[in-house]
């Protein structure tokens, strides 16, 4: 498996892994999460709020987990100097009443300074994850200005998928390992497009169910799906509303996990690729994903006719959010990316 070392079997990998953003609620759950789940002890904490970035790391250490590695720093080159792995949560976070997209300038400021920081300080690394909003567009940001190649960059996008999983199985009251095969796939937003097919509500497809098959005596109609599916879209906003912040413990537990897929552990949620091949271009959005030897690698989702509409609606929109970027001038134009990174060319 990619990166497991003999070094420590406690671990999947010995390699450094920079948080960056660790003084927040992400991202000391992503330092947390790395530990408690075997990924990685060898972690490098940054922060510019350094006396939170000091309380997370000594709340890490009296956790009491096996050789903790850990060091914390407000200079961003010595905590990316010779990162393997990068897990990025250091954007502004949403507030009550904001879409994903009300942060776009501001984050995706950030995200050019931290793409351009990869290229300066840790060109070697080998997988990237970007989990602050726009995540499609701030994900897609740092791939350009970092020099890495496309597979080495990617977004949490799974959530959108376990949320819908979650919303199936309250529908139907089954547990949530019951519901399988949830997908959504574009852009991580309001227009994500949620595909119903391949889902199975304790082994009776979601299309026969809304054909009128019934699981544990409940039936799903069309209104009841469309709501679901608003519901999913809107899942953020409601754990703000229900919490007073935004997600935290879903997109740390998320993030490792895809860590640990990029690591050789199974992982099967859909992730934010690089698409640069018809019928979709210069755009990051969830699609499906393996990893193989050049990092992720994706394939284009199977649906129906509304399925693929709804897709074909949300790259529209991903790309239009990247085409405003690009009047910031925080992206450069399509025709010169290849200037900025050879690998998309």
Sequence with gaps: MRGVTEENGMYLTSEKVAVL???GAIGSNLVQTLLASGTAHQIALYDPFATGLEGTAEEIWHCGFADPRITWTTDVAEALAGARFIISSGGAPRKDGMTREDLLRGNCEIAKELGENIKRYAPQAEFVVVIFNPADITGLTVLVHSGLQPGRVSTLAALDSTRLQTALAQHFGVLPE????CATYGGHGEKMAVFKGGIAVAGTALTAVLAGAAVNGRALDATEWAAIVEHVRDGGARIIKLRGRSSFQSPSQQSIFMLRGYLGQPYSLPCGAYLDRDPWHHVMMAMPTTF??????????????????????????????RDQVIGMGLLPPLADWGKVNPHLG
């Design 178 to 181: 019951a519901v399988t095969g």
């Design 21 to 23: 953003g660790a003084a």
């Design 292 to 321: 193989g030897p050049q990092g992720l690698e994706w394939t284009a989702p199977t649906g129906d006719a509304a399925d693929l509409a709804a897709l074909q609606d949300s790259y529209q929109h991903v790309a239009a959010l």
